[in-house]
């Protein structure tokens, strides 16, 4: 039986991104809106998602570079 590590690597790093994501946006903004209220809450989301913007460019740059490196391999 073989074992595909590059595939389990990205599979590990998907999972670990998503249990942050999650802890981050329900467990943290959940400890808001139980402290401070449904106001402070909603404020809240609006800047953990204003502060993920430089990471989804960041992220949508390198997938795109990532994209023209194989393309061009190709040629």
Same mark, same amino acid.
Not at 43 to 51: E, T
Not at 56 to 75: F, S, Y
């Given at each position: 039986?073989t ?12 999972? &670990? +991104?998503?249990?942050? =994501?999650? *802890? %981050? ?11 401070? /209220? !449904?106001g ?11 502060? &993920? +913007?430089?990471v989804? =460019?960041? *992220? %949508? ?11 061009? /391999? !190709?040629?």
């Open positions: 039986m074992r595909d590590l590059r595939r389990y690597t990205r599979q590990t790093n998907f999972r &670990l +991104i998503l249990g942050g =994501l999650f *802890l %981050l946006f329900i467990v943290g903004d959940g400890l808001i809106y139980l402290i401070y /209220g !449904r402070a809450a909603l404020m809240g989301l609006l800047c953990l998602l204003a502060g &993920l +913007i430089p989804a =460019l960041t *992220l %949508l740059v390198m997938l795109l570079l990532d994209w023209v490196a194989k393309r061009v /391999g !190709r040629e």
